[in-house]
């Protein structure tokens, strides 16, 4: 198991939230508005303490670690892909990319590292745009290049937090194409969507409302061309809930 | 990467970055600035002290010296490793001319004396025990500066008459370890021994030199100077004149030169502080600024540490960039402002150590900078990740801004306040009070008369005689021993007459009214135990008398220790006396001097010998109140024009939005200007306030250690008034308009491009 969250609560947001994410799997957490879908992402992650219940990444305890640590884990075996697409305004796109690398592992070269970011950068389709400062692309290739950095320490979870809740439309499918892509390699992803298009990608979806979860739809793994009946299925589903 | 954040943050911030830096340089140079001239003073001190060998106590003696006596006392006290008996010659001032001036006006004791046979050496320039040959003298370096001598002028020892008889050749200047601060009362011209025998005759036979003793003791090291002086007047051993004592030879050294280190020192820890608040306060502003970055780069798990590493990292460089100017600039300052202490004690040239104390000093300097630097961060630390990302930035009505204009501006006020009224009170002739002086326009001293007592009841019946004198008073110095509660005996120098005509500044109590009625200076009244109102013993006319302890005064003269009385037993010879003038305002001063000047009798205008006595304090005052007036206006611009254009860079929607109602450029200015110039007006008036009390009490902290207590600022309003605003505004008003100058910049349409 990767991610296991037992009765997770926090003050009057999250109720006794339990679930269990299994390695290599694409999770998608839905609902509707202030239902607890980023608190239960960012406790999940170990960036908030929560007032009741246990989390595990794979055999660690994260409720049990203290803030040091959770942050080394996170920096180890985590990635972060923000709606905001957060990044140091005072670094190009490239020592973005780098910063979480460069902080991991010290002893590694940072001609290594930029070896390996460039890599990344040409996997997504974003080569080229190295020594942009983060002002001078576009959403897309912002998310794209946030992606990247989330992926340059090799981490064992991905979380998305509305990964596609800022870009158009057509940049939105770039991003979940990557994200698919990167789940398709091992990384398990734990995603908060608002979007059916980006949740029916899924292998499983959590419906969460009023910080319960409410309901779970297994979807499998994407075979191409079912995604239209994997979104028909989604929306039925949805609706029964009171989407 | 950290490096790239710090280059790439300055490149983006670069007036934070040149204000971080200008504060840390600024703070570095003064804390290095006075930790270097105070060690350079003091080991000077210490080292002039050790080679001329100076006494650890000295006992003055003006009259018949019983040597065997004295030996006899040397040899039965253990603590005493060496003493000797120096002459002194003193002279009659109205006869002296050095270089071609007179020293008629000098209200110092000047004579000649021979080189210190084992110890108390007179050392020249070099801090080397100088041959004097005959017709040679050697003059007290302190006095190349203030009559404006040079090497082969003359020093003439004039008759009554004015003829020039007897000519000694200026052959260098010497350095006094006990004598050199103008606060010393006496001054000593080195002769060599046969000069000084033909002086002394022809002072004898011309009624214009005195000979008198320096009787002083080498302790060994720990022995206490203030027992030995008990044990010494116990013995009723010669002492009519004052006894003076190593500490407080330091301490009249110290004072002298002391006092622009107290003034930097002062104002290190004003700027030091003020430097911790803007950097403080800029770092918060950057911190709120950069809060969701923090907040993601805890996200990433960089924690606490790597973040306080990726921002301490820039406050390291420039502290080590500011650390750096600051100390080049203190050496640089250091040489003009220690000339003064390198002329009197021959400071050595620093050394590594040197060195080495002014980087200890920048260190610290910036290891206070870089703890608020510290405390900011914290803030920052307890921010959970999620706090940080999502916090909605607050909308801060600048009122910070305006509170740190008007804080720097009112501290600096401050700062160029204290110096001023510490000039203008020490400059001031009624500050003679404080160092038990009557506050009186002129003052006779007869000292070198052969019949002190006849000499000045002589000038007393000419002054009472005298329609030009508005009012007198005639003050007798005798020495009467005090009998102490465990009955010993300890000699005290009491002034007798009427001291309520000229009265000086009383700490407690009052002057004495009565013939039973007895003061007591600040020092003596420590050291004897006694408070107003105690009963104290004086040994009068052979009998035991018992005064009462009426009042107690702040006294720096003599050693700081004396004692007014109305009346005492009038058969003990007189020491020295005192005449306290006060002319009419018809008469002329000058013209009034020169007719009462005659041998023996020294006619002093007070205000001169306020500008003797403090003539080194004022000047090295003056040069620090320039220093602190330039740095203030300084740091007043800078932190004006910094915030002025944080505010700018805060309201920047604001200012957009209100031009694209059709507010312009000018309006705006206009606007800001005037809120601007606000906090500063304020600043300067709570400054002016804050400064002429606190730094009373400050200065009068200060004063009470050197023995002038209940002190309180002469204060020039019509200077104070215009001089301090004018500095302050002058270096305010130029740094709100460039401050402000960014919203000519600032286009109608940002607003519109969500550039809040």
């Not at chain 1, 009946?229 to 009171?242: I, S």
Request: with cysteine; charged share 20%; hydrophobic share 45%.
């Amino acid at each position: 198991m990767l991610l296991r969250v037992e009765k997770l609560s926090k003050d009057s947001i999250l109720h006794e939230v339990s679930f269990e994410m299994a390695e290599g799997e694409m999770l998608a957490v839905m609902g509707p508005s202030g239902s607890g879908k980023s608190t239960l992402l960012y406790h999940a992650a170990g960036m908030d303490c929560p007032s009741g219940g246990k989390i595990w990444l794979k055999d660690t305890e994260i409720t049990g670690l203290t803030e040091d640590e959770k942050a080394k884990l996170r920096l180890h075996r985590m990635g972060f892909v923000f709606q905001q697409m957060n990044m140091m305004a005072n670094l190009n796109i490239l020592d973005n990319i780098l910063l979480p690398a460069v902080w991991a592992d010290r002893k590694r070269s940072e001609a290594e590292l930029t070896e390996k970011a460039e890599r990344l950068m040409r996997k997504l389709g974003i080569s080229g745009l190295e020594k942009r400062r983060i002002t001078q692309v576009s959403g897309g290739q912002l998310q794209r290049a946030c992606i990247c950095r989330s992926m340059m320490n090799e981490p064992q979870i991905l979380f998305a937090d509305e990964p596609t809740g800022a870009l158009n439309q057509s940049a939105a499918a770039e991003v979940l194409a990557e994200l698919i892509k990167i789940n398709r390699a091992g990384t398990g992803i734990l995603m908060v969507s608002h979007d059916c298009r980006v949740a029916c990608c899924c292998d499983r979806i959590l419906y969460l409302s009023d910080g319960r979860i409410c309901g779970e739809l297994a979807l499998g793994k994407l075979v191409q061309g079912t995604e239209r009946q994997r979104e028909e299925r989604v929306n039925r589903w949805l609706t029964e809930l009171g989407w | 990467m950290i490096k790239r954040l710090i280059r790439n943050d300055i490149k983006q911030n670069k007036l934070l970055s040149c204000a971080a830096v200008f504060f840390m340089a600024v703070s570095a140079m003064l804390l290095a600035l006075a930790v270097l001239l105070f060690s350079g003073l003091a080991g000077a001190i210490g080292s002039l002290a050790e080679e001329a060998g100076m006494p650890d106590y000295m006992q003055m003696h003006a009259g018949v010296l019983d040597e065997a006596a004295v030996a006899r006392f040397a040899e039965a006290h253990e603590e005493v490793r060496e003493w000797q008996l120096c002459r002194f010659l003193n002279l009659d001032n109205s006869r002296i001319t050095l270089g071609g001036r007179s020293l008629a006006d000098s209200t110092q004791d000047n004579g000649l004396c021979v080189q210190g046979e084992r110890f108390d050496y007179l050392l020249d320039e070099e801090n080397n025990r100088p041959e004097v040959l005959p017709g040679e003298v050697y003059v007290p370096v302190c006095y190349r500066n203030r009559y404006d001598l040079m090497v082969g002028e003359t020093m003439v020892l004039s008759d009554a008459g004015g003829g020039g008889d007897i000519e000694l050749l200026i052959a260098g200047f010497l350095r006094d370890a006990q004598m050199n601060s103008m606060m010393a009362s006496s001054k000593r011209f080195l002769v060599c021994e046969t000069d000084y025998e033909a002086v002394k005759a022809y002072g004898s036979a011309h009624n214009s030199a005195r000979e008198e003793y320096l009787i002083e003791f080498l302790l060994r090291d720990g022995a206490d100077t203030n027992l030995f002086g008990a044990a010494y007047a116990a013995e009723g051993l010669p002492a009519d004149g004052p006894a003076i004592t190593g500490p407080l030879i330091y301490l009249m050294n110290a004072l002298s030169d002391g006092t622009v280190i107290f003034v930097l020192f002062l104002f290190s820890i004003v700027i030091l502080a003020i430097s911790m608040l803007c950097i403080g306060f800029m770092l918060s502003l950057q911190m709120e600024r950069d809060k969701r970055e923090v907040g993601m780069l805890k996200a990433l798990g960089i924690g606490n540490t790597g973040i306080r590493r990726i921002y301490f990292a820039k406050y390291i460089l420039f502290s080590g960039c500011g650390g750096a100017v600051g100390l080049f600039a203190a050496f640089l300052l250091k040489a003009p402002l220690e000339k003064q202490m390198r002329e009197l004690y021959g400071m050595a040239e620093g050394g590594w150590q040197t060195a080495v104390l002014g980087c200890l000093a920048v260190a610290l300097a910036e290891e206070i900078i870089l703890l608020s630097v510290r405390g900011a961060l914290k803030k920052t630390e307890k921010l959970s990740a999620l706090e940080a990302l999502f916090s909605v930035q607050k909308r801060k009505t600048g009122r910070v801004q305006y509170l740190m204009i008007g804080l720097v501006t009112a501290a600096c006020t401050v700062l160029v306040l204290v110096p001023q009224n510490l000039y203008s009170t020490l400059s001031d002739p009624g500050f003679v009070t404080y160092m038990g002086i009557g506050n009186a326009e002129i003052r006779m001293d007869v000292r070198q008369a052969e019949e002190i007592d006849d000499v000045t009841g002589r000038v007393a019946r000419m002054l009472e005689r005298d329609m030009q004198v508005e009012t007198y008073a005639v003050l007798r110095t005798r020495s009467c021993p005090a009998v102490l509660a465990d009955g010993r005996t300890v000699n005290l120098t009491v002034e007798t007459g009427d001291c309520g005509i000229f009265p000086v500044s009383c700490l407690e109590g009052m002057l004495p009214k009565t013939q039973t009625e007895i003061a007591l200076s600040a020092m003596n009244a420590k050291e004897l135990g006694v408070a107003v109102g105690d009963p104290l013993r004086l040994v009068t006319g052979g009998k035991e008398t018992e005064y009462t302890v009426c009042g107690i005064y702040s006294d720096i003269t003599n050693g700081g220790k004396t004692a007014k009385a109305y009346q005492t037993d009038d058969d003990a010879p007189v020491i020295w006396s005192v005449l306290y003038v006060s002319l009419r305002e018809s008469a002329k001063k000058e013209q009034w001097m020169r007719r009462y000047r005659q041998p023996g009798v020294d006619v002093t205008d007070i205000a001169d010998y306020v500008r003797d006595t403090y003539g080194q304090t004022l000047g090295q005052l003056r040069l620090a109140s320039c220093l602190a007036a330039v740095l203030s206006a300084f740091v007043t611009a800078v932190v004006t024009v910094l915030f002025m254009r944080l505010l700018v860079n805060k309201d920047r929607y604001e200012i957009s939005l209100q031009k694209a109602l059709g507010y312009t450029a000018g309006d705006l200015k206009r606007i800001y200007f005037t809120k601007g110039l606000f906090p500063v007006a304020a600043g300067v008036f709570a400054g002016l306030f804050t400064g002429n009390l606190s730094g009373e009490r400050l200065c009068g902290t200060v004063m009470k250690i050197f023995g002038a207590d209940g002190f309180a600022f002469v204060i020039l309003w019509e200077r104070i008034l215009v001089l301090v605003p004018a500095v302050i505004l002058g270096a305010a008003v130029p740094a709100v308009i460039a401050g402000i100058a960014e919203i000519g910049r600032i286009k109608a349409c940002e607003c519109c491009m969500g550039r809040e």
